[in-house]
């Protein structure tokens, strides 16, 4: 028998502490690829127009999702792929969460406000439709869709003038977009003054062969870039 060397020194074995926070850093990091390769898929699907494709794996993004504020951006964006594979319940449901969480960002609480008042106008709910799109207004006023939703709202509840305003405000925001003209031009007799206030622009984009534009988007779905989910609706 002879003394070990240092280089001989058997190294001692790690503590519980050392393994529990290997482990732990092992589970991070395939928590990040796990989360990185859903939102790969998630795009894959959207951008080769297969929305509810993208759904279960937007889903389990939500499912491991511990930030209101990103819980509330996953809601949306589930709401927007829903309305894009024409399943406005089950997207006003999304949309409808994401609002009980009361968190995302400015742009995020926009569109879940606008998005559900657009999907309660398309089914005749228009009373319920108008404080959603009031509080859209609220969060950002230059925006022009919620405008124009709060239109169809009001239309909807026989305020004909009051929709008249909704429709004008929206074509000042956004004139090269004729949707709220079409929604104005049966409302109009009701509020004059208001067609009156109509800006060249905007009537100029009234005329047959002008082109429309279309909504531009705030906040884009997780890795979906060019996403037509991703679109304010209405």
């Known amino acids: 028998d002879h003394a070990l ?11 519980m502490e050392q393994r529990l926070a290997g482990l732990k850093r092992l589970l991070a990091e395939t928590e990040r690829d796990r989360e990185r390769l859903l939102r790969a898929l998630v795009s ?8 509810t494709d993208a ?3 937007l889903r389990r993004l939500l499912a491991t999702t511990e930030e209101s504020e990103e819980q509330a951006a996953h809601l949306l964006t589930l709401g927007q792929l829903m309305e894009q594979g024409g399943d406005l319940p089950a997207a006003a449901d999304f949309y409808t969460r994401g609002l009980a969480l009361a968190a995302g960002a400015e742009g995020t609480r926009y569109l ?3 998005n559900l008042g657009y999907c309660l106008n398309q089914h005749g709910r228009f009373a319920e439709a108008e ?3 009031r509080a859209a207004i609220a969060i950002d006023r230059e925006r022009y869709n919620a405008h124009k939703n709060l239109g169809v709202a009001l ?5 004909y003038a009051e ?7 929206s074509t000042r925001r ?15 007799q009701g509020s004059g003054a208001a067609l009156q206030e109509m800006p060249v622009a905007a009537l100029q984009a009234w005329l047959p062969g002008s082109s429309g534009g279309q909504d531009r988007p705030r906040r884009r779905p997780p890795g979906a870039q060019g996403s037509r989910g991703s679109r304010s609706r209405g």
């Open 5 to 15: 060397t240092p280089d001989e020194t058997e190294t001692p074995p790690p503590t």
């Open 44 to 51: 894959l699907h959207v951008r080769t127009d297969r929305p």
């Open 55 to 57: 759904v279960p794996y």
């Open 112 to 114: 879940l406000h606008n």
């Open 131 to 133: 404080p959603l799109c």
């Open 155 to 159: 239309e909807g509840q026989g305020r």
């Open 163 to 169: 929709a008249a305003e909704c429709y004008v405000a």
């Open 174 to 188: 956004n004139p090269a977009d004729p949707r709220a003209l079409r929604h104005l031009a049966p409302v109009a």
